[in-house]
């Protein structure tokens, strides 16, 4: 009797990575004090980029890796613009998602080409956890592709550094006060540049595995608009790596039961249940509005003027 | 010693020169990119620069590119004056359509005349947006919720809503190649001398005679402008700031919402899924940019939306005759944008 359930739990378990990967990237760049809101932009270099780094050589690992670099790069032009050049960070952030959206499209077809069927590559093949994966029901979370697990370690390791390192303090502090980090010989300006590539590393995994996890293509507009939920998440998850792992299996869940009730033909429009992780963001931000949390300096440049 | 009239030019200079580095420096991007990828340059920039002026078909389809980038655009700018950044333009626009479409097709049997069928659906397009926006206008202003990510997600739900209506009945065109529904009755079509963009110049004329009025003319627009450039400082002088930041993001849903209805009565007659995109870019996202190059200025942006707008013709036709990617285009317009702030310098400090 638990096939269905266990079924329910592997597609949710799937589909959390990219909710997870962008979330805990957002986090990570906002929590030195910058808000990186272009995350599906960054996630559309990464898928574009991951495709073809996949195609050229026929291994997704290898996709994955050319995702996360050409994310990790394309990222850097965020703290360049709003540290070094001091320009607003949510209009940069525009800029980037827009830029990021055509820029992927362009480097597909230039390296593609129009072709009649879309251009297929080899996906992420699934490696079960050898004993996890024999426990009823859990057995599904572990019965999963590599990045699946890298979002749960990965977690995990945001975790321990932010609130249990000296380094974790150190980047809390340049999000909170960067003038007190500075004043005990933190380099802000370098603390924010590493955080914003790390956190675009993290949206470039996501963004590979669009096309790496089922598929095995690539396509316009293939983030589907959840490096913005992710935005949401990471909010309402007061910018904590538990929280968002956790707020990720919700929106996961949500997507895999608005998939599974148009299979089963509930007699509602499919439209409306696509709407439903939309809607769940909507409600969250005004069920938790009184409770969200920002670092305190996001959205300032800092200078020592 | 300088005469009065040099020192106008050089005031006038002074304005333009940010606007034509910025132009210059992302063409040579531009050219250098289309070398790598193995086209002549010059003759891509001939295309880009012939095409939308050389002939009355490339005017016309200027026209209908540039109408829904201004009015788009000013859904962007009045917000932002307020320090409300709507990225929910996309959605309004979807919205105004939605609500243009199912009024024309629920009285195309009630024998209205043109003069009040028409300027009856541009309102319902008008109220769509303005609901559209409602959600997100509440949340910032009275629960202090982030608008770029509500908007956002008004945005998804509309591109869904529009999904449904262009497949449901009664509004669906069963055996028509690709999502759309039935056409509108021809009393509801919005044209002058037989042709859309004459009649669109009216609409974006209008908008751009209202929008100078709202924002000079007015209190509420002192008021959005007072509370975009000091919140606190507003609140001291009286001022309603929370029904200033709710009121300015419904104006600009108001702008999105008129440009949706004008695409379904103006341009294609119908609602088709996919209308709101054009050169691989949402017509809200590129008002945005729009937006952003000339700062929302009022002047500025019909200038800034007209040059896009000719620049998506050319590019399109680029695209066509030599097959370079239009996405070339799209790249061009964010460096035009991102050079104009570096010259700019924009610096708005904190928002949230």
Redesign the interface.
């Known amino acids: 009797m638990t096939e269905p359930i266990t079924d329910f739990l592997g597609l949710v378990a799937l589909t959390v990575v990219p909710y997870a990967l962008c979330s805990l990237g957002i986090m990570i760049t906002g929590r030195t004090g910058i808000f990186n809101i272009a995350g599906e932009g960054i996630m559309m270099v990464g898928a574009s980029a991951g495709f073809l780094g996949a195609y050229a050589t026929g291994n997704p690992i290898v996709g994955v890796i050319a995702g996360l670099a050409a994310s990790a790069l394309y990222s850097l032009l965020l703290p360049y613009f709003s540290e070094t050049l001091r320009i607003n960070q949510f209009i940069i952030g525009t800029c980037l998602f827009v830029f990021g959206m055509g820029l992927a499209d362009l480097i597909y077809k230039s390296a593609v080409g129009l072709q009649t069927t879309a251009a297929q590559v080899p996906t992420l093949p699934k490696i079960p956890v050898p004993g996890l994966d024999q426990i009823p029901i859990v057995s599904a979370l572990f019965n999963q592709n590599v990045i699946v697990y890298f979002s749960y370690v990965i977690t995990a390791v945001l975790f321990f550094l932010l609130f249990k390192t000296r380094l974790g303090l150190s980047i809390r502090a340049v999000g909170e006060n960067p003038k007190a980090a500075d004043v005990v010989g933190i380099n802000v300006t370098r603390t924010r540049y590493t955080a914003t590539i790390v956190g675009g590393a993290l949206m470039g995994i996501a963004g590979a595995y669009f096309p790496l996890e089922i598929t095995g293509t690539y396509m316009p507009l293939i983030t589907g608009g959840r490096g913005f939920i992710a935005v949401g998440l990471t909010i309402f998850a007061s910018w904590k790596p538990e929280r968002i792992l956790a707020g990720s299996f919700l929106f996961a869940g949500v997507e895999a039961l608005a998939y599974k009730l148009q299979i089963v033909n509930t007699g509602i429009p499919y439209e409306f249940l696509s709407m439903l992780p939309f809607i769940t963001v909507l409600v969250l931000m005004l069920a938790f509005y009184k409770r969200a949390e920002y670092p305190a300096a996001i959205g300032s440049p800092y200078s020592r003027e | 010693m300088k005469t009065a009239s040099n020192a106008k030019l050089d005031l006038y200079w002074s304005i333009a020169k940010p606007y034509i580095l910025a132009v210059l420096v992302a063409f040579g991007i531009i050219a250098l990119i289309i070398l790598i990828?193995g086209y002549n340059p010059l003759q891509a920039f001939s295309t880009i620069i012939f095409v939308p002026f050389g002939s009355v078909y490339g005017i016309m389809e200027t026209i209908k590119k540039f109408i829904p980038l201004l009015l788009t655009g000013f859904a962007f700018a009045v917000p932002l004056k307020a320090r409300i950044?709507n990225?929910g333009g996309w959605g309004q626009m979807l919205a105004g359509a939605i609500a243009s479409i199912v009024t024309a097709l629920a009285l195309e049997n009630a024998g209205l005349p043109s003069a009040v069928f028409v300027p009856l659906l541009l309102l319902t397009g008008v109220i769509g947006g303005i609901l559209w926006a409602a959600?997100p206008a509440l949340?910032v202003a009275f629960?202090?919720?982030?608008e770029?990510?509500?908007t956002?997600?008004?945005?998804?739900?509309g591109v869904?809503?529009v999904?449904?209506i262009t497949?449901?009945q009664p509004w669906t065109e069963p055996f028509a190649g690709n999502p759309t529904t039935r056409p509108i009755p021809s009393n509801a079509t919005l044209v002058l001398f037989g042709v859309g963009p004459y009649a669109e110049l009216i609409v974006g004329a209008v908008a751009m005679s209202v929008i100078y009025v709202l924002m000079n003319k007015t209190v509420i627009g002192y008021e959005i402008k007072a509370t975009g450039a000091n919140l606190k400082a507003a609140r001291v002088f009286g001022i309603n700031a929370k029904l200033t930041l709710f009121l300015s993001l419904i104006i600009g849903g108001m702008f999105a919402g008129l440009s949706g209805a004008v695409e379904v009565i103006g341009v294609h007659y119908r609602l088709i899924e996919g209308f709101e995109q054009t050169g691989?870019?949402t017509y809200a996202?590129?008002g945005?940019?729009v937006a952003?190059a000339c700062n929302g200025d009022p002047v500025g942006l019909p200038i800034a939306a007209f040059l896009m707008a000719a620049l998506l013709i050319g590019g399109g036709a680029m695209q066509q005759t030599m097959g370079v990617?239009v996405?070339?285009i799209?790249?061009a317009e964010?460096t035009v944008?991102?050079v104009i702030?570096?010259l700019r310098?924009?610096?708005?400090?904190?928002?949230?």
Request: glycine share 4%; proline share 2%; aromatic share 16%.
């Open positions: 990828l950044f990225i959600i949340f629960f202090r919720i982030n770029v990510v509500s956002i997600m008004m945005n998804f739900i869904y809503f999904k449904f497949a449901a691989g870019a996202s590129l945005i940019l952003l990617p996405e070339i799209f790249i964010v944008v991102l702030l570096i310098k924009v610096r708005m400090g904190h928002i949230i």
